[in-house]
Antibody, heavy 120, light 106 residues
Framework: EVQLLESGGGLVQPGGSLRLSCAVS????????MSWVRQAPGKGLEWVSTIGSSGASTFYADSVKGRATISRDNSNNMFYLQMNNVRAEDTAVYYCAKGKSGYPYYFDFWGQGILVTVSS | IHMTQSPSSVSASVGDRVTISCRASQGIDNWLAWYQHKPGKVPKLLIY???ILQDGVPSRFSGSESGTDFTLTINSLQPEDFGTYYC?????????FGGGTKVEIK
């Protein structure tokens, strides 16, 4: 059974940093592209970042470029999103998502989501 | 690439046919997916590559394309089909979602 579980959310002060983690199981992790997607309160889905299967390729939304770093640890089936200099508009539920085999930028499995609140 | 969904909301009765549109601001071939998102649940992939049904998704869902216009059709709406539906283009980065269409059951 494919499972993804986020951790690391919570309350962060503006200008602060956060590191989200996603633990995965139930599939061959190091052959899949992984992504982060977020949903701000009352808003729609927003793609945040994607990392290739080896970690060599990374992509970011303009809204987080320069402030976010996506990474992965294939030996431990984990991937991460580090965000610095967070802003109020980063407040959202963050989902980690698995890329579909053969179609890596379609998300066929999602974590339950974790809330990040940026506020003083 | 900007994805424009319409309508923003729709209210329909059980058994109705519901169509949701998504227009891409430029050509994306068939690099489009549809997701269903219910409150308190995780988004669910329904259709990818514009018209391929994801495993386990009921056949009343279907997708089609015409140039930069894409359509999600729900034939014979069921009570469990409520939620917000999003299109997503994967033709190029940054990946983008449409604004969503909220489907309510009358």
């Amino acid at each position: 059974e494919v499972q993804l579980l986020e951790s690391g959310g919570g309350l962060v002060q503006p200008g602060g940093s956060l590191r989200l983690s996603c633990a995965v199981s139930g599939f061959i992790f190091d052959t899949h592209v992984m992504s982060w997607v977020r949903q701000a309160p009352g808003k729609g889905l927003e793609w945040v970042s994607t990392i290739g299967s080896s970690g060599a390729s990374t992509f970011y939304a303009d809204s987080v470029k320069g402030r976010a770093t996506i990474s992965r640890d294939n030996s431990n089936n984990m991937f991460y999103l580090q965000m610095n200099n967070v802003r109020a508009e980063d407040t959202a539920v963050y989902y980690c998502a698995k890329g579909k085999s053969g179609y890596p930028y379609y998300f066929d499995f999602w974590g339950q989501g974790i809330l990040v609140t940026v506020s003083s | 690439i900007h994805m424009t969904q319409s309508p923003s909301s729709v209210s329909a009765s059980v058994g109705d046919r519901v169509t949701i549109s998504c227009r891409a601001s430029q050509g994306i071939d068939n690099w489009l997916a549809w997701y269903q998102h219910k409150p308190g649940k995780v988004p669910k992939l329904l259709i990818y590559a514009a018209s391929i049904l994801q495993d386990g998704v009921p056949s009343r869902f279907s997708g089609s394309e015409s140039g930069t216009d894409f359509t999600l059709t729900i034939n014979s709406l069921q009570p469990e089909d409520f939620g917000t539906y999003y299109c997503q283009q994967t033709n190029s980065f940054p990946l983008t979602f449409g604004g969503g269409t909220k489907v309510e059951i009358k």
